[in-house]
């Protein structure tokens, strides 16, 4: 395939960001570089390369969309509470039970924090 100066410019863009995140190279010889990009593009967590991945298949004319990721939704509102937490650089999202009333008085709740994977109280 031929590319535009465009498209070139931004494969030169993405190279070092692609090869960080996959260990693999881009190469505009490889005919197979379009679709390896589109699936790379899908799978990445970098915004910058899913919104440049997205610029260059508009660029070449291929149909191209990304997911876009949900939020899991709690199924019964008022029983559970859908929390996001960042643990290591990675955002979990996870279901929490919302207790009915708080049996331990206020002036004895401890604050819970993680650190290197353990629970410390403060």
């Given at each position: 395939m031929v590319y535009s100066p465009e498209m070139v410019t931004l494969l030169q863009q993405?190279?070092?960001?692609?090869?960080?995140?996959?260990?693999?190279?881009?190469?505009?010889?490889?005919?197979?570089?379009?679709?390896?990009?589109?699936?790379?593009?899908?799978?990445?967590?970098?915004?910058?390369?899913?919104?440049?991945?997205?610029?260059?298949?508009?660029?070449?004319g291929i149909p191209f969309q990304l997911e876009t990721a949900t939020k899991p939704v709690a199924k019964d509102i008022n029983a559970r509470q859908a929390t996001e937490v960042t643990y290591r650089g990675t955002k979990i999202y996870r279901d929490k039970e919302l207790p009915a009333q708080s049996q331990v008085p206020a002036e004895r709740q401890q604050t819970r924090q993680m650190y290197r994977g353990q629970v410390v109280y403060k």
């Open positions: 993405l190279r070092a960001r692609i090869f960080a995140e996959f260990g693999t190279k881009i190469r505009l010889a490889d005919p197979q570089l379009l679709p390896s990009l589109g699936d790379i593009g899908k799978r990445s967590r970098d915004p910058f390369t899913r919104k440049t991945v997205v610029e260059i298949m508009s660029l070449a």
